[in-house]
């Protein structure tokens, strides 16, 4: 991965392991870049408008699990949420989310990076709402 001025691009295919997102973001619908934007503090999240019908289902449909996020193989990733990074446009969501304690995570990709977001659950509640109001 590299800090390209204020874009991050991953360098390889992952797998990537968010940090937990727990505060709820902001969202703008960008229609212009076919993107629904999501703020997390400074860290910008691109939402493909193709993927956000996929990414509100997945959110609605949720497995628990008695493990958390974590895997074996997975690089962690943290972002300073008070510096401002925008990612690359997420395009892609595997299948259904999962709920472990309280965090909330979801398979998705960049592109050809794959990577494991985590929520708290209040922010999986506001992402999930604000992604089947764009994707209807």
Excluded: N, W
């Excluded at 874009?7 to 295919?13: A, D, L, S």
């Excluded at 797998?15 to 709820?24: A, E, I, K, N, T």
């Amino acid at each position: 991965m590299s800090d390209q001025g204020q874009r991050i691009e991953f360098e390889g295919k992952g797998p990537y392991l968010f940090q937990v997102l727990s505060d709820p973001p902001e969202a703008t619908l960008l229609e212009d870049h076919e993107v629904c934007l999501f703020r997390f503090g400074q860290l910008y999240l691109p939402v493909a408008l193709s993927a956000c019908g996929p990414m509100a289902v997945a959110l609605t449909e949720m497995s628990q699990s008695a493990s958390g996020p974590a895997r074996e193989g997975m690089i962690p990733l943290q972002f300073d949420l008070s510096e401002t990074l925008e990612l690359p446009p997420l395009t892609g969501v595997a299948g259904t989310s999962f709920q472990h304690d309280d965090i909330i995570y979801l398979d998705v990709s960049f592109g050809e990076a794959e990577a494991r977001l985590c929520f708290s659950i209040l922010a999986a509640a506001v992402i999930g709402q604000v992604l089947s109001q764009v994707g209807s």
